[in-house]
């Protein structure tokens, strides 16, 4: 059998599918888009501006009755009906969910949650970023009728965080970077779990040992090397929906799927590279493919070989991410960023009432005070220990950004004020006004933090060495 290297493999691998120069870069450059953390913000960002002046437009009743148009779906005599907002909270928000679940599990298995030492700084920073600003908003609320919603101001938007911290470009610490993604993605699970304890209704048995029964198929499945993304969907519907008729809240089902999902290759690699040699041979460059037959099925052997190799978890959060970026995301803004604000009274409820006041504090003043204050006491006591690269100033920069808590506060929001439109309403704007203040500033502080140790003089090297003579 003939030596086979890598380039002769690379070669086999691409040789039909060889395209212009044009092409290849149009391709990349909308592979960048799709994972931009910038264009999905502002993409975020516009459908939320759209939903505010669609609310407050003379056409607003046709946006309240787009959230209220029921779509229902029947099986003979079984049906089943939610109106569009409902579909897009509880349940095109699953989706967005198992992107978390899979960040999550990923970080923790390869990432910087997967050590102690590492996991350490960004988890005290996360459980101080919850709780401060959660009991800000308590004592704002003490004994008011809005007390449900200490939840609000806990979350950290990631979408918007990351995007603005992109802006900053390369003067950005990578390690800030890293410490950033790991925070709101400890923030989330906390907020996950603060759903899940806090803001389910009555729990109901029978949905539960629906849900756990699909649930335990996908994770047999992959214990056994298969891994089929239509059964898998099937199966996490049948998950969601034992869910959603148990009580407790339907998006949780998606961080539950996500753990069953195998992070491992379904194929030995070394298996994979077999194959590839065995039909190496088979396969000719600049070869007519369409005509030869046993060429053609070498190719889509050596392809779902190659497709075997990458972990499901790997390919399916980037098959989620530019559709929970730039579809569920946006719609989810679209629907419950709507806020009539047309008279001055709803607008200064956000900064008079017990609610906004407790809102945007928790996110303006708690969120830093809390993941800087958490942060400091981990490092000094031994807990953690601050990135090399990072200063506190950073890390204060960071924790002000953290205070955007646009996509989970707007979710969390819908949860703890069922049924009094006011409340929720109060809610809501006084999100948008915290997160917008939050971001602003935070981009200004980070902005003159990194643009100080960019410019900072570099001194010259004074050799210290004694000069000594020969005798």
Known sequence: ?????????????????????????????????????????????ACAALAMIWANSPWSESYFHLLETPLSFSLGSHAFSMSLHAWVNEGLMMAFFLMIGLEV???????????IKGAMLPICAALGGMIVPAMIYALMNQGGEGISGWGVPMSTDIAFALGILALLGKRVPLSLKVFLATLAIADDLGAILVITLFYSGQIMVGGLIVAALCWLVIFLLGRIGIYN?????????????????SGIHATIAGVIVAIAIPARPLIDPHVVLQSIKEHLPNTQANHDVLRDKEQRESLKELNEAMSSVAPPLVQLEANLQPLVT????????????????????????????QVGLGVILGLVIGKPLGISLFSWLAVK???????????????????????????????????????NHHLAETAKLSIIVASLTAGIIGYIVLSRVTHVQQTKPVLPTINTTPITQDA
Do not use: C, Y
């Not at 923790?108 to 997967?114: A, F, N, P, R, T």
């Not at 719609?331 to 419950?336: C, R």
């Not at 920069?397 to 703890?416: D, K, N, P, Q, R």
């Open 229 to 245: 993304p239509l059964l898998t969907l099937l199966l996490s519907i049948g998950v969601w929906l034992g869910f959603l008729s």
């Open 381 to 419: 006591i031994g807990l953690a220990r601050l990135p090399a690269d990072l200063r506190w100033a950073h890390l204060q920069g960071v924790s002000i950004l953290a205070g955007i808590g646009f996509t989970m506060s707007l979710f969390v929001t819908e949860l703890a004020f069922v049924g």
């Open 326 to 353: 730039f579809i569920i995301m946006p719609l989810f803004a679209l629907f419950n960023a709507g806020v009539v604000i047309n008279n001055v009274g709803n607008l200064g409820s956000a900064f008079t009432s």
């Open 1 to 45: 059998m003939p030596v086979v290297t890598g380039q002769e493999i690379l070669h086999v691998l691409v040789a039909n599918r060889e395209r212009s120069a044009f092409v290849t870069k149009a391709l990349q450059s909308w592979k960048q888009f799709l994972h931009s953390q910038v264009i999905g913000s502002i993409v975020l960002l």
């Open 105 to 115: 599990k990923e970080q923790v298995l390869v990432g910087e949650l997967s050590s």
